[in-house]
């Protein structure tokens, strides 16, 4: 009978396993420099995005640039998705040390070794739920994605900072001119990040369309030449009928208008992207009513006052959205009617939609049921 190996024999072992001369200060330096960046682009575009969509009484989003949510958010994912193969590296550069023996020397070792286990748990958990929400793979996460993937990113960014005051002057000293081999995992490794971002990036900029074989969207896929995410069978809405009315209400009164009345209006188009949180975008020539126009029947086109735009959806977190008072009276803002000149589709919300600049996707609230004027 084989006797299994003894646990603290194995453990003691393992830095020697894993031996490679490839590894060296200067390569998990490179690396880490790499991987800093990248985090630090995600983190940020990140929380900008949480804000953007949740905003606390001082945030304010401007709708001007009108491309801008479109970069930011694109920035978020694709950085996200680079720093896998970057992470993946800069645990192999360093992977012997994670197994060291004995495994605490003393208090500061300690401190580093949990600072170093919070900061690669939460990377690990980032990239992950990241993944699973731009592959719309909910059932694998047993938690609302988007509580735990925001305050997770706080835990994440104090981690690397951590990280980065233990290690810089360990950076600083790797100095060292490398041999070409350690050159070549440093190229292949930026060499895989790059692969992924070209892989991906064609969801958002459409030029690298073509070469986009893991973008989970692709411009130009879907009703009317843009994608969906949410179908409105997805969202429990049918066809609007005969019945439908718009009611917009407001300090001026409230009107009830049906599609033949919105259509009567003045007609606006604009050209403008759907640009959506999991990273993906497209631009579509939208024509409507302008929003302020809309108002103006209510008396609130000069008021500062925020607009409430609810659809028929019956339930879900973003069945309404709120319009601050500066983008819903800019004149590029629509309820749409028609895309490339013709009807809305059901699952791109017709009867009629929220188009305005500069705002996620998920914030375009789609099949409009009531339009409200609200104090702040």
């Known amino acids: 009978m084989v006797r299994p190996p003894d646990p603290l024999t194995l453990a003691r072992s393992l830095p020697a396993r894993f031996t490679s001369p490839l590894r060296s200060r200067w390569l998990t330096a490179r690396l880490g420099m790499w991987l800093g960046i990248a985090f630090g682009i995600c983190l940020l575009t990140g929380v900008l995005s949480h804000l953007v969509q949740h905003p606390p009484a001082w945030f304010h989003w401007p709708s001007r640039p009108v491309q801008l949510y479109r970069i930011t958010q694109g920035l978020h994912v694709a950085s996200g998705l680079a720093s896998i193969p970057l992470l993946t590296a800069k645990v192999w550069s360093v992977f012997p040390k994670l197994f060291a023996w004995p495994p605490v020397r003393g208090a500061g070792h300690a401190l580093d070794r949990a600072a170093v286990a919070l900061l690669s748990a939460a990377a690990v958990f980032e990239l992950v739920t990241g993944v699973l929400n731009i592959a719309y793979w909910y059932s694998a996460m047993p938690f609302g994605f988007v509580g735990a993937h925001y305050w997770t990113a706080y835990l994440l960014g104090g981690a690397v900072l951590l990280h980065l005051a233990a290690k810089l002057p360990v950076a600083r000293a790797a100095t060292r001119p490398p041999d070409p081999a350690r050159r070549r995992v440093l190229t292949i490794a930026g060499a895989a990040a790059a692969t992924v971002t070209v892989a991906t990036i064609g969801q958002t900029f459409a030029p690298l369309g073509r070469l986009s074989l893991l973008a989970p969207r692709l411009p ?157």
Request: glycine share 8%.
């Open 220 to 376: 130009g896929v879907g009703p009317q030449g843009l994608p969906v995410n949410k179908t409105a069978a997805a969202a429990q809405v049918a066809r609007a009928d005969a019945a439908y009315r718009l009611t917009v209400t407001g300090p001026g009164g409230r009107h009830a208008l049906s599609l033949a009345d919105l259509e009567a209006l003045p007609q606006t188009t604009v050209e403008l992207p759907i640009a959506c949180v999991e990273g993906w975008s497209a631009t579509g020539t939208w024509s409507g009513v302008r929003l302020v126009d809309l108002l103006r029947l209510v008396g609130a086109e000069h008021t500062d006052r925020p607009v409430r735009i609810e659809s028929l959806q019956p339930e879900g977190p973003y069945r309404e959205s709120v319009v601050e008072p500066g983008p819903a009276r800019d004149p590029l803002t629509l309820i749409a009617l028609r895309l490339d000149d013709e009807p809305l589709h059901l699952d791109h919300g017709f009867p009629c939609r929220l188009i305005a600049p500069n705002r996620p996707g998920v914030l375009q609230t789609k099949w409009i049921a009531a339009i409200t004027v609200v104090d702040r």
